[in-house]
């Protein structure tokens, strides 16, 4: 694939994660409790990969891959739920824009520190002072969303 391509596929899942916030969000207040709400929405999801497990006839982990992982690779799960449960309270107070900022803004900064170090298997990518302040025209863009109209 090209990296055009993939990028493309990136950007549009992002749109994704913004209509993730807004429908879970509604679907939050609809079942009464955040939890709720993910507790649906991850059932959901369950139902769609055991579904396409089954339709790719993707074989069952072997069990010396699983006994060989290290404890840290199992916590994407944890913080999955920890999203879409913070999503549900949070974006409706925040707006769409806002919320999704700050997430951003929260991924490309532990992102860089990931990228930085060479945390849970990234290959060491030094951050340069183009990348410094991209990071910090990100937290201005968090602000400048939060504080708009204010300002006036």
């Known amino acids: 694939m090209s990296k055009l391509l993939l990028i493309a596929l990136a950007v549009s899942v992002g749109g994704l994660v913004a ?3 807004g ?11 955040p939890l709720s709400a993910s507790l ?8 769609v990969v055991v579904l396409a497990l089954l339709v790719l006839r993707v074989p ?3 069990s010396g891959g699983l006994a060989a992982t290290p404890w840290w ?8 739920a920890a999203y879409l449960t913070v999503a549900v309270m949070l974006a409706p107070r925040l707006g ?5 900022a700050c997430v ?9 520190l990931c990228d930085q ?6 290959p060491v990518r030094r951050l340069s002072a183009e990348g410094v302040i991209a990071l910090l025209l990100i937290v201005a863009g968090v602000l400048l969303l939060q504080w708009r109209g204010r300002l006036a």
């Open 19 to 21: 209509l993730q916030a």
């Open 23 to 33: 429908s879970n969000a509604f679907l939050g207040r609809q079942l009464g409790h």
């Open 40 to 47: 649906a929405s991850l059932s959901v999801s369950l139902g």
């Open 60 to 62: 069952l982990p072997a």
């Open 73 to 80: 690779s199992w916590l994407g799960g944890l913080f999955g």
């Open 96 to 100: 769409g824009a806002t919320f999704l």
């Open 104 to 112: 951003v803004a929260g991924q490309v900064l532990v992102a860089s």
């Open 117 to 122: 170090y060479g945390w849970l298997g990234f």
